[in-house]
């Protein structure tokens, strides 16, 4: 039997060059099919031959054929153009190629959700390295500090019915052209934000123009400006004395926004809000001129608190959302990033909490209940306020990162908090770890994805 048009030869030699045409002919045929599958009836709509093979060769796949073998070698062994900046030309990972750039990505545009999927190794390696960036807070340079592995920063996030592109900070910039996008929150908003100045520091250097009252970075090549904004909690904060709470206490305002970042948000084209673990801290809660509670403070004489830390978080997510939303003169989007995830385990942060010794992403997450608990108040807030806001609430946006970043235990310092030859990073005799980190995360590392996360919905909204 032959394939049409191909007539079988007589003789040892002749069937060998037979079937060596023949071997050709079966490998365009699968080819052909697979196209036509894609164009037809694919899973990733709008995704090519190219981005599909392409996404099995990093790893996407667990079923990769010789098609996707044929693919990936052309495209991963040249066509690669070196970033701009500080780059060490021997990191592969800190290469823009020109096929990732220009090929088609199956992503499907406001339908497809980013938060549920998987994490999955990637040998391509992190979007900058501490060396290639200069803001990394020094906390949270974790090769720098010492840290053995470097597994932790190769791990990507695969959703389940599309893909998440890698960050390509030339299409960021050019997307904000003129645009300011601000990150409001404590310190893993501070976190997330130099994480992405990391990332555009490949390909421009930016000016540093800010103040005390926040941090301000200007990309001159688009003028995209990029800014900080300290808020602990998102609503106002004083330390003077509220009737029997005592000066110097911190008082949380539950029901008043904080004017600190409200009096700039009609600037702002992106807002990228972010809040809860200060409500761990020893403070006082306000609600209506009075004093309805408090955390790890409260005298005995004042009888029962009418509320808690948890239900103080969801009052002040409500106030803050709203007034966000309800801002006449605020024309952007706001996006809520959810409860950040912390990974200490036998003890708080205080009391000899550990993430020593993880190095890749948990098979499965072990839930904590004082996490979930902090995420379900802060996503049924954000429902409320968009439900009650009307043609309003299109406004806000759910950056919903709780759950796949519980996984990622491997992510943090953990004891590589500082460069210090002497530090302990391993338990004493007595089993106590040395003190550790495992709240904030390794830059470069898993914070680089949120990253990600919020280009894709940036682009849903700004790009339409």
């Not at 990507?156 to 409001?184: H, S, Y």
């Not at 608190?305 to 409500?318: I, L, P, Y």
């Not at 089993?431 to 709240?439: E, F, S, T």
């Amino acid at each position: 039997m032959s394939l049409p048009g191909m007539q079988a030869p007589v003789g040892a030699g002749g069937i060998r060059q037979w079937l060596s045409k023949f071997m050709v002919s079966v490998v365009a045929l699968v080819l052909a099919l697979v196209v036509i599958s894609l164009s037809v009836g694919s899973s990733l709509p709008g995704a090519s031959l190219r981005a599909y093979l392409t996404t099995g060769a990093r790893g996407g796949s667990k079923n990769n054929t010789a098609a996707d073998f044929l693919l990936s070698t052309r495209v991963f062994q040249g066509d690669q153009e070196p970033l701009h900046g500080t780059v060490n030309s021997s990191e592969a990972s800190l290469v823009t190629r020109e096929d990732d750039r220009n090929m088609p990505v199956p992503v499907a545009t406001g339908t497809c959700d980013l938060y549920r999927g998987e994490w999955f190794f990637d040998s391509s390696g992190p979007l900058y390295t501490n060396n290639s960036c200069p803001l990394i807070t020094k906390t949270q340079n974790c090769q720098a500090n010492g840290r053995p592995d470097k597994g932790y920063e190769n791990w990507r996030w695969k959703p389940e019915k599309c893909i998440l592109p890698r960050f390509d900070a030339r299409k960021f910039l050019e997307l904000m052209r003129g645009k300011t996008l601000a990150f409001v929150g404590d310190s893993v908003a501070r976190n997330q934000m130099e994480s992405l100045l990391c990332i555009l520091w490949q390909v421009d250097t930016p000016v540093n123009n800010g103040t005390k009252r926040m941090q301000k970075w200007i990309f001159r090549s688009t003028s995209t400006t990029i800014i900080r904004i300290w808020s602990s909690w998102l609503v106002h904060r004083s330390v003077e004395a509220v009737e029997f709470a005592p000066q110097g206490l911190d008082k949380v305002f539950l029901d008043i926004p904080d004017e600190t970042f409200m009096e700039l948000l009609p600037s702002f084209d992106v807002l990228v809000l972010s809040s809860g673990h200060w409500f761990a801290k020893r403070s006082a809660y306000i609600l209506n001129a009075n004093v309805v509670g408090g955390q790890l403070w409260w005298p005995r004489e004042a009888g029962n608190m009418q509320m808690n830390n948890v239900d103080g978080f969801a009052v002040s997510v409500e106030t803050c959302l709203t007034a966000v939303a309800m801002n006449p003169n605020f024309k952007g989007i706001a996006v809520l990033r959810t409860y950040s995830p912390d990974h200490y385990e036998g003890g708080a942060w205080n009391t000899n909490g550990s993430c020593t010794g993880k190095v890749k992403p948990l098979d499965e997450v072990v839930r904590n209940g004082f996490t979930n608990t902090m995420y379900e108040k802060q996503v049924a807030g954000f429902k409320k306020v968009v439900q009650n806001s009307g043609e309003h609430g299109s406004k806000l946006k759910l950056m919903d990162i709780t759950e796949p970043f519980s996984s990622r235990v491997d992510g943090h310092p953990g004891p590589y908090r500082s460069a210090d030859p002497n530090k302990k990073t391993q338990r004493g005799p007595d089993g106590r770890p040395p003190p550790q980190d495992c709240l904030h995360w390794c830059m470069p590392g898993p914070v680089d994805t949120w990253n990600e996360m919020l280009f894709e919905t940036i682009k849903r909204e700004l790009a339409g």
